[in-house]
């Protein structure tokens, strides 16, 4: 045998000399590959999002082919991101948040009266906001500071917040026509090439709240709390002040959506944000984010706020009365825990 053609012992697997300069790759190293595996939650739900489209499409081509319906769906839908998205934080510190609904309608109630008084919206979006976050600071100190349970704490909330807006209005509500010919309404809630402004506002809450989840340490410190809070604890991070955190993250997206809706319909109802809770809390589990906690995805969320958005029109369009919309609310929830149960492994 040549000196060319011997085998050299000094590189991996007896590789000759000529390839010894050469680096070699597993097939799961390729960038691709790692991109799905990562991002396979989400990517889960945009194929389901993509399926269900095709069904819908395929049942009333009619429908589904104007811009009208998807102009129409556009319209409602960053009001249920500006939730779905801060709560895919909360979920993941394995806790839950039923209050946002009526932190939904309180804010937004603080907002018209700001607004019915005569003041700039301007104003009332700022009161709007501190009045979430105050909300979200309250709820989150029950939870960590009082020891309650997160599921009957924040229920207790909701149906407490809910309550006095009630009783304080008499089921009143307000008409706030006035916004229309206002900036805050031009800048926030207007339309840009036939596509409603609020669209781009949400799209740019979810890139934001994915770059702080993915890419800045209070991300990866929800993480590490909602895996285990001893380890985390160890780790020198303050378990409780980032639970805190994350309900008045919660708090703040609540405020921000309830403000939407009523700049959507100017008008402001004291049943504002009832309606979101099953629908929400349905599309943080179909995006990919599991119950127990550490794991979690922003941009899955959002898919699944999308594709929740479009069962009922979906539904309606292919026949179906609009009583069967929260049958199949209830069962994606269903399916989509089982199917987390079972890839529990992969995500650990």
């Known amino acids: 045998m040549s000196k060319a053609m011997e085998p050299d012992l000094q590189s991996p697997l007896g590789r000759t000399s000529g390839q010894a300069g050469k680096e070699w790759s597993h097939p799961s190293d390729h960038w691709l590959r790692g991109f799905v595996i990562d991002n396979r939650a989400a990517l889960g739900t945009l194929g ?31 009001v249920a991101l500006f939730v779905v998205v801060p709560l895919v934080f909360v979920v993941t ?29 301007f104003l009332g979006i700022a009161a709007a906001l501190v ?34 807006i009630q009783i304080i209005n008499e089921g009143r509500s307000m ?16 339309q840009l090439w036939g596509i409603p402004v609020q669209v781009f506002w949400a799209i740019a809450f979810v890139v934001f709240s994915a770059l702080l989840y993915n890419r800045h340490r209070f991300g990866a410190q929800v993480r590490a709390v909602g895996d285990n809070p001893d380890s985390a604890k160890q780790m020198g991070i303050d378990v409780k002040r980032v639970k ?19 700049m959507i319909n100017f008008t402001w109802w004291p049943t504002a944000g009832d309606g979101y809770l099953l629908p929400v809390l349905a599309s943080v589990f179909v995006g990919g984010t599991p119950t127990w906690g550490g794991i979690g995805t922003v941009v899955g969320g959002a898919i699944g706020a999308v594709t929740v958005s479009f069962i009922q029109t979906g539904v309606v369009a292919a026949g179906l009365s609009g009583f069967y919309v929260q049958f199949f609310n209830g069962l994606i929830i269903i399916l989509s825990l089982l199917g987390h149960k079972w890839n529990q492994a992969r995500y650990r």
């Not at 349970?149 to 909701?158: E, F, K, P």
């Not at 026509?177 to 800048?187: F, V």
């Open 48 to 78: 389901v999002f993509i399926f269900m489209m095709a069904v819908f499409i395929i049942a009333n081509p009619t429908v589904f082919t104007t811009w009208y319906l998807y102009s129409s769906v556009l319209t409602t839908l960053p």
């Open 93 to 121: 510190c394995d806790e839950i948040d039923l209050s946002f609904p009526a932190t939904m309608g309180f804010a937004s109630w603080v907002f018209a009266l700001v607004v019915q008084a005569g003041y700039d919206p």
């Open 131 to 164: 009045t979430g976050t105050l909300l979200g600071f309250l709820v989150g100190s029950l939870v960590v500071y009082g020891g309650l349970s997160s599921l009957i704490a924040t229920l207790g909330m909701n149906f407490l917040l809910r309550g006095l």
């Open 175 to 190: 008409a706030l026509t006035g916004l229309a010919d206002s900036s805050a309404y031009k800048i926030f809630s207007s």
């Open 244 to 262: 805190v955190k994350v309900f008045v993250f919660t708090g703040i997206g609540a405020a921000i959506a309830g403000t939407f809706s009523v």
